[in-house]
Structures are given as structure tokens and as C-alpha cells.
């Protein structure tokens, strides 16, 4: 372990024996941030990722030049799906150590597959536009869009919690405990799928619950009839419905009688019975037949309605896919990202071509505050299309380019002046006030080029910017001195071009003037030789 405010090699003393600085907080925060990463280490072993990330941000909070936490950490980013993430962690850690770093393999490998990459970004947008469809109340179309993701990135945690949360919602249990199981065997230990597992038991147990009460109810209250029962005496007999006496003549009377009788209660008693009981039947049957016709018109119409959104979303994804495909599409901008932090890392100081790269991605600038000399526009982007990743490793680059670049372009602008190569330094310098606006340099020699090579309206235009926005810069009272002189001289030539045309229209009438009296004499010469 090294000194935090010298470097020195720290020995077992309460202080560093070079500075004399008391290094025992130092100890203990250092020790802490180690026991978080064993800690995130341990549990990514056993893949309790969500538990691993928490202990890793923690292990960085303490000591953010922790390379091997960083590249654990982008290695659970990626296993869980997160892809982008995972690159800016790596984009990091190779900045703080660019030579002997893992994080160099691990890039190589996810860039070997440029489709790979390209997939899981999209999918990372659908599972973006998933979460909106949600907020926005339609769950199926959330549903469909997030089953395309898992298709194409299966490895995307937060899709499955999403996708469990919607049919929990649904009261879809059973679908809601596949879709989480299928996000434990990613991360074993994710405390919101726990969470969304034990709602889904205690829906289906509330189910089965209900479901046994209706049976027992339903079984309640049946009785025998194949037997008729009566007491004689202290004699309980049970005699069979269809069981009879034969005896002689009187035998088969009873059974003539019991034959009329039963006959006519048939017709009297049971058959008006199962005519009503027929006739109900049949107007369940009607019933259910209604019930069913009306739900299939129902589902009809929600059908009618979900075909209409899904051309409306169908063609929402078109013009979408236009965009993507386009060369100022998404994955197009991902992929000048990742070159310029590649040529950023690669080539240091090639840091007018890292900033050329960087230009391709469309930004919005954001409006200085400060006046500085060396004030650097820096870009903004624009949340509702760029993630949060993509935006941090993008100013992380930009800010190391920009005021690099700048210097560059100035520094060459001004060589190409002193070569009286105006048009070549007029190039440079614009790029350098494009980059620096408030650069007050960068302005001044703008102007002088622009002077030299005749064009005094941008001259004059770059020397005003220079008077008005930076007025306390050392190159303002020279600004205001070449105005001063630009108007002297433009005041001498229009008066030289007054002072022409005047002489130019004195001549005309003295001219003019000639030709009437000669023409006045030669009138009177001919009259005297007619007298």
C-alpha cells in the first residue's frame, strides 16, 4: 500500500515515513473497500449478481482506483445483459491503467461480435419502450415488446422482473412464477423476484383455496333414495323401491294397482317435472350459449383494437427502424462512440481525430455561463434518447479531447498564418472557436486571416465578437484598434469613389457643353452662304 499524499511505500507505522502523514482513517477505508469486494467477489460466484453489484459500487465509492472491483464489476453488468455498463466500467478501468489491464480482453471479446453488440443495445431500447408502454396503461403491448427482448437477450434481468411484475398484475400467477424462476437461475439472490415469487404463491394458494370450498359446498346435502325406511315396532325395516309381494291373486291385483298408480304419476307428477326441468336446461344452454356468443363478440372487438395498435406500433417501429438503419441511427451513434473511446485509449494524443469521431454524434451544446479564455463548449445529450451510460462515457471522452483539440487546431491555424497559408489557417481556426468558443486567441487569428485573404466582412465580424464578448481578453484593444482602422480606410475610399464620380460628371458637361457651341457655330455659318 502506498502513501495517499506522497506514494511512498507505507511500512506497519501509525504514519508515512516519507511525509509524516497520518495514514490510520487511510487504513481503515482502504481495508473496508477491500472487504466490500471480496464480499461482491464471493457473491458473484455464486451468482447473487444484484447482491454483487451493490457491494462492488460500494467497494468503489471508498477507493474508485479499485481496477479489479471496476472490471468484476463490468463483468456482472454484462452477465445480467446490461452491455453498455458493463463497456463504460471497462472504458474507465482502462483509463486509470492503460497497460496490463484485463478490462483489454474482456472489450476485444464483446467487440468480436459487432451484431452481438448491436442486438443486446437494441434490445436494451425495446426494453426501454416496454417500460413506457406500461407506464402508459397498455400492459399487452408492454407484455409483446417484452418478450421480444428475452428472445434476443436472455440474459436481461430487469426485462424478467418487468415481464413477472405485468402478469402478477394480471393475476396471471403461474406465468408470473415460470418468467421469475427463469431470473433466479440468472441471479439467485435478487430481492425484488423473491418479493414477485411469494406474491405469485400467495395468489395461486388463494385460488386453490377458493376452489375447494365451492367443491365442498356442491357435495353438501345428498341423501340416499334407493331405499325406503320405516320403523314397526322397535324394528327399523328397509325395504328396496322395487322390491314386492307375490302372493296369489291379491299379489297381482297390488301389482296392477301399483302399476296404474305408478303410471299416472308418471304422467301427472314426473313427466310436467322433466318437461320443466328439459325446458330449463335448455334455456341454460340458451344462456350459456348467449354468454358465449357475447364474449366472443367482445373479444372480437378487443382483437379489432389490439390489430389497430399493433399497425399503429407497426408503423411507429417503421419509421423507427428508418431512424436505427440510417447513418445517424442508434446503433450508428453507439458505434462512433466505441471508436472514438477505442482511438481515445489507443492514441492518446491523436486528439483531433478522438474529437473528429465525437463530432458525428449528434448533440445539443449546452450555453456557457463563464467568460473564460479557454472556455470549452461541452455537449449535451439528450436524455430521452441517450441512456446514462452512454452519456457518462461520452463526457468522460469529450472532456479529455476537447481543450486538447482546440489547443491543436489553434496551434496550427497560427503556423499556417505565418506561412500566409490563410485559407488553410481559416479552416484550422474555425474548428478551434467551433470547440473553444470564448477562445480568445483562436478569434483573433481568425480575424487576421480572414483580413489577409480579402474577405473584410468575416474579419470584422470575428473582431466585433472579440470587442463584445471579451473585452478584459489581451487581444481585445487590438481588435478594436483593427476595427478603428478598417473604418478609417473605408471612410478614405468611399470618399476617394465620391471625389471620382464628381470629376467623372464634370467632364461629361464640359464635353457636352463643346459639342452645343459647335453645333450653334456651324448653324450660323450656313445661314450667311444662303444670303
Given at each position: 500500500?502506498?502513501?495517499?499524499?506522497?506514494?511512498?511505500?507505507?511500512?506497519?507505522?501509525?504514519?508515512?515515513?516519507?511525509?509524516?502523514?497520518?495514514?490510520?482513517?487511510?487504513?481503515?477505508?482502504?481495508?473496508?473497500?477491500?472487504?466490500?469486494?471480496?464480499?461482491?467477489?464471493?457473491?458473484?460466484?455464486?451468482?447473487?449478481?444484484?447482491?454483487?453489484?451493490?457491494?462492488?459500487?460500494?467497494?468503489?465509492?471508498?477507493?474508485?482506483?479499485?481496477?479489479?472491483?471496476?472490471?468484476?464489476?463490468?463483468?456482472?453488468?454484462?452477465e445480467m445483459g446490461e452491455a453498455v455498463a458493463a463497456f463504460s466500467e471497462w472504458v474507465v478501468s482502462k483509463s486509470m491503467k492503460p497497460d496490463k489491464n484485463l478490462a483489454d480482453d474482456f472489450m476485444e471479446t464483446v467487440q468480436a461480435n459487432p451484431g452481438r453488440l448491436a442486438t443486446i443495445n437494441q434490445s436494451i431500447k425495446k426494453y426501454n419502450q416496454a417500460l413506457q408502454y406500461a407506464k402508459q396503461g397498455s400492459l399487452d403491448?408492454?407484455?409483446?415488446?417484452?418478450?421480444?427482448?428475452?428472445?434476443?437477450?436472455?440474459?436481461?434481468?430487469?426485462?424478467?422482473?418487468?415481464?413477472?411484475?405485468?402478469y402478477l398484475q394480471a393475476e396471471e400467477y403461474g406465468r408470473a412464477k415460470r418468467i421469475l424462476a427463469q431470473a433466479l437461475k440468472i441471479d439467485r439472490n435478487n430481492t425484488r423476484v423473491l418479493y414477485y415469487l411469494k406474491e405469485a404463491d400467495e395468489g395461486l394458494n388463494a385460488r386453490y383455496e377458493g376452489g375447494n370450498s365451492r367443491k365442498r359446498g356442491r357435495g353438501a346435502g345428498r341423501e340416499s333414495t334407493d331405499a325406503i325406511t320405516y320403523t314397526s315396532g322397535n324394528e327399523t325395516i328397509i325395504q328396496p323401491v322395487n322390491s314386492g309381494e307375490r302372493r296369489g291373486s291379491s299379489a297381482i291385483l297390488n301389482i296392477l294397482i301399483g302399476v296404474l298408480i305408478g303410471c299416472a304419476l308418471i304422467?301427472?307428477?314426473?313427466?310436467?317435472?322433466?318437461?320443466?326441468?328439459?325446458?330449463?336446461?335448455?334455456d341454460e344452454q340458451l344462456k350459456e350459449v348467449s354468454?358465449?356468443?357475447?364474449?366472443?363478440?367482445?373479444?372480437?372487438?378487443?382483437?379489432?383494437?389490439?390489430?389497430?395498435?399493433?399497425?399503429?406500433?407497426?408503423?411507429?417501429l417503421k419509421g423507427t427502424l428508418g431512424d436505427l438503419s440510417g447513418s445517424t441511427g442508434m446503433t450508428e451513434?453507439?458505434?462512433?462512440?466505441?471508436?472514438?473511446?477505442?482511438?481515445?485509449?489507443?492514441?492518446?494524443?491523436?486528439?483531433?481525430?478522438?474529437?473528429?469521431?465525437?463530432?458525428?454524434?449528434p448533440t445539443e451544446s449546452a450555453s456557457m455561463n463563464s467568460l473564460a479564455i479557454d472556455a470549452i463548449s461541452m455537449p449535451e445529450l439528450d436524455p430521452a434518447i441517450y441512456s446514462q451510460a452512454f452519456r457518462d462515457l461520452y463526457n468522460y471522452v469529450d472532456s479529455g479531447v476537447a481543450s486538447k483539440a482546440a489547443r491543436t487546431y489553434i496551434d496550427r491555424g497560427r503556423e499556417e498564418f505565418e506561412r500566409k497559408e490563410y485559407q488553410a489557417a481559416i479552416a484550422d481556426l474555425s474548428r478551434a472557436t467551433e470547440i473553444a468558443p470564448l477562445n480568445d486567441e483562436a478569434w483573433y487569428y481568425l480575424a487576421e486571416s480572414y483580413k489577409e485573404s480579402g474577405d473584410s466582412i468575416h474579419a470584422t465580424q470575428a473582431y466585433s465578437r472579440i470587442v463584445n464578448e471579451m473585452a478584459d481578453s489581451d487581444y481585445a484593444d487590438r481588435a478594436?484598434?483593427?476595427?478603428?482602422?478598417?473604418?478609417?480606410?473605408?471612410?478614405?475610399?468611399?470618399?476617394?469613389?465620391?471625389?471620382?464620380?464628381?470629376?467623372?460628371?464634370?467632364?461629361?458637361?464640359?464635353?457636352?457643353?463643346?459639342?452645343?457651341?459647335?453645333?450653334?457655330?456651324?448653324?450660323?455659318?450656313?445661314?450667311?452662304g444662303a444670303e
Open positions: 500500500m502506498r502513501c495517499f499524499n506522497c506514494g511512498s511505500q507505507l511500512t506497519n507505522t501509525p504514519y508515512c515515513t516519507n511525509c509524516g502523514v497520518d495514514i490510520r482513517e487511510y487504513r481503515r477505508i482502504m481495508w473496508t473497500s477491500n472487504q466490500y469486494y471480496n464480499d461482491g467477489l464471493t457473491k458473484a460466484k455464486v451468482r447473487d449478481l444484484s447482491g454483487a453489484v451493490l457491494s462492488l459500487r460500494a467497494c468503489l465509492k471508498l477507493n474508485r482506483t479499485n481496477i479489479e472491483a471496476r472490471n468484476l464489476l463490468g463483468l456482472v453488468y454484462f403491448l408492454s407484455v409483446i415488446q417484452l418478450k421480444k427482448v428475452l428472445q434476443v437477450n436472455p440474459n436481461l434481468v430487469v426485462a424478467y422482473e418487468l415481464l413477472g411484475l405485468l304422467f301427472f307428477l314426473v313427466l310436467p317435472g322433466r318437461i320443466r326441468r328439459a325446458s330449463g336446461e335448455m354468454d358465449e356468443l357475447t364474449l366472443k363478440n367482445a373479444d372480437i372487438e378487443e382483437q379489432e383494437k389490439k390489430i389497430k395498435s399493433l399497425e399503429n406500433e407497426n408503423s411507429e451513434r453507439y458505434d462512433h462512440l466505441a471508436e472514438a473511446a477505442l482511438n481515445y485509449m489507443k492514441n492518446p494524443d491523436d486528439v483531433t481525430g478522438t474529437e473528429a469521431i465525437l463530432k458525428q454524434i478594436r484598434k483593427n476595427l478603428s482602422n478598417g473604418a478609417a480606410a473605408e471612410t478614405q475610399d468611399t470618399a476617394e469613389t465620391v471625389q471620382e464620380e464628381n470629376n467623372q460628371d464634370a467632364l461629361a458637361e464640359a464635353l457636352a457643353l463643346q459639342a452645343l457651341q459647335q453645333a450653334v457655330a456651324g448653324a450660323g455659318n450656313t445661314d450667311t
